[in-house]
């Protein structure tokens, strides 16, 4: 009786929370006469700065995180790299390329990236991203790359081929490329084939 009374009484006397009001700004001339300009093609909300010196105009507060995970091809001193980028605030992989780590690489994985329509990007401290994604919406370091290298844990403990102490390494670049592929299709894009 005790408890459902005071069940009662904490509900009916609730208060409305407060309202959460974020501030926003245009990343590229830090002015805040912001309007909402509809939303992307994935429902991203999209923002347009007012102020007449804008160079950009429009913008979108989401950014996307960039990565790369090593395997072997032969033996231990051959790498195999998989490039991937996620979606920062749902964490979905955009797209993934293989690879040495080299720039040509870094490229092509931006070149899919294009289409994503995200302004701001988040990596490591790696040359080749810092030579090749505008300075002006690269944000380098740790601090914003959490939830991809959080990403690494469950591919390197379902997949073998991944993992840093492994004797399980593929004899051709064909196979990491394909098993590895297959992996992130099923579980990142929900492909079943």
Partial sequence: MHVTLGLIFVASHRKEWPMTCIAVRCPPCQSDPIVKRGKTARGTQRDLCQHTLCTKGSFLLDYWEMDEMWSFVGNKGNLRWLWHAIDHHPGKVLAYVFGRRKEEVCLRLKARLE????TRSSTDYWGAYTRHLDPDEHCPGKRHTQK????HLPLRTR???LARKTICFAKTTQMPDLVIGLFVNRYAFGWAG
């Fill in 115 to 118: 289409p994503c329509e995200l």
């Fill in 148 to 151: 991809i290298e959080r990403k």
């Fill in 159 to 161: 997949m073998k081929r």
